[in-house]
């Protein structure tokens, strides 16, 4: 299948300070990436939809200033955590579509944990 | 997206053949039934999609109902490394749709 490459895959950092995480289509174009966060044990939760070349959209309860998503390439979506504090330590996954036979199938990245202390 | 319903746990034996169930009885018709699993700390991966007709992969075979109210994800022979959270999705297609994540079920494989 297609491959969508996350990175990091875990960090650290202190409260109060920003985060980025990339999220790459590696041998694919992707209009539009997903990103989700899950707590230990929960599914996975839809934070926003980033599209290539304008705003995420982002569902509801998400804070569009704290966690601010550019998808500025076809294959590169970005998430910033920013001014992160414990509560936004979780498990973070990027998903981007890819159309095939015109039946869109969504691959995931490998996410990245984030631990704010 | 419709909502789906499958059990919390299963078990399986290994070598023994793994039947998950889901239903989706408000499925609309222009919606495709989607499997994805995670295995722990990591990301989901793709299994298996279909619409109306049985569908086999090297992973797995997908068995809908002719009503499309229900399916069934089969792993012909779980090994040990098929141990993960199973997700049943629906989800139109042909649009950059999102997927939601249920509860999904968490098979355990077991020697």
């Known amino acids: 299948g297609a491959v969508v490459s996350q990175h990091p895959s875990w960090v650290i950092c202190k409260s109060g300070t920003s985060v980025k995480i990339e999220c790459r289509s590696l041998d694919f174009q992707a209009t539009t990436m997903f990103w989700y966060r899950q707590f230990p044990k929960q599914s996975l939760m839809l934070m926003a939809t980033?599209?290539?070349?304008?705003?995420?959209?982002?569902e509801q309860g998400v804070e569009k200033d704290k966690f601010l998503i550019n998808h500025a390439s076809l294959t590169l979506s970005t998430l910033t955590v920013t001014s992160a504090h414990p509560e936004d330590s979780s498990f973070y996954i990027c998903?981007?579509?890819?159309?095939?036979?015109?039946?869109?199938?969504?691959?995931f990245g490998s996410g990245t944990q984030l631990s704010v202390l | 997206d419709a909502k789906t319903t499958q059990p919390t746990s299963m078990d399986c034996a290994e070598g023994r053949a793994a039947n998950l169930p889901c239903n989706h009885s408000t499925i609309s018709g222009n919606e495709y039934v989607y499997w994805y699993r995670q295995i722990h700390s990591q990301g989901p991966q793709y299994i298996i999609h279909?619409?109306?007709n049985n569908e086999t992969n090297e992973m797995a075979s997908l068995i809908i109902t002719e009503d499309r109210k229900s399916s069934t994800l089969i792993l012909p022979h779980a090994t040990l490394r098929d141990t993960a959270v199973y997700y049943c999705i629906v989800r139109p297609t042909g649009t950059a749709s999102k997927l939601t994540f249920g509860t999904g079920t968490r098979l355990q494989v077991t020697l």
């Open positions: 980033s599209n290539e070349g304008s705003k995420a959209t982002y």
């Open positions: 998903s981007a579509s890819f159309p095939k036979d015109r039946v869109e199938k969504l691959f």
């Open positions: 279909g619409l109306k």
